[in-house]
């Protein structure tokens, strides 16, 4: 009789910690995914006394569109029509553009007329033309003593014949 009383005791006592590991176990599931549904404090923007500048207004400078002939390819003389406006860094840089308009306006007939057609009707054209422009403009810009920020180079219109 002393056996089996040992024997029960046992055994409530391996029920018990059994109850007791499975307990934590789901606790500490749970706790983890509670974890992962709320954000951490390293997520959550810092908010600090100083305050924080809404960007500047974008500055643009829009251009007449230009008709030029593009270089000779094998589908003969073509032509491109492409209306273009520069985003530039500030006011100050579109003042300056303004009055060096002549000397943009040659600088793009230069650039543009040197292209062939095959090259401009990709998207990949399209984005090389705009870089090569911004860097053009820029250098030529410079070589008058104006150095101009020109951001991006957008088209506004942009038709191939």
Request: with cysteine; glycine share 4%.
């Amino acid at each position: 009789m002393a056996k089996s009383r040992w024997l029960i005791r046992g055994l409530i006592l391996i029920v018990v910690l059994a109850l007791a590991s499975t307990a934590i176990a789901v606790y500490l599931l749970l706790q983890e995914r509670a974890d992962a549904t709320q954000p951490h404090a390293s997520d959550s923007p810092v908010i600090t006394d100083k305050a924080i500048a809404p960007p500047a207004d974008p500055v643009y400078l829009s251009l007449q569109p230009i008709t030029v002939n593009l270089a000779d390819d094998a589908d003969g003389p073509r032509m491109l029509y492409a209306g273009i406006t520069l985003e530039l860094a500030s006011e100050a840089d579109r003042e300056a553009l303004q009055q060096q308009l002549p000397q943009v306006q040659d600088c793009l007939l230069k650039l543009l007329s040197g292209h062939k057609a095959g090259d401009l009707v990709t998207p990949q054209g399209k984005q090389q033309l705009a870089d090569d422009i911004a860097k053009r403009l820029c250098s030529d810009l410079a070589e008058n003593s104006y150095e101009a920020k020109i951001i991006k180079v957008l088209f506004t219109q942009f038709i191939v014949q």
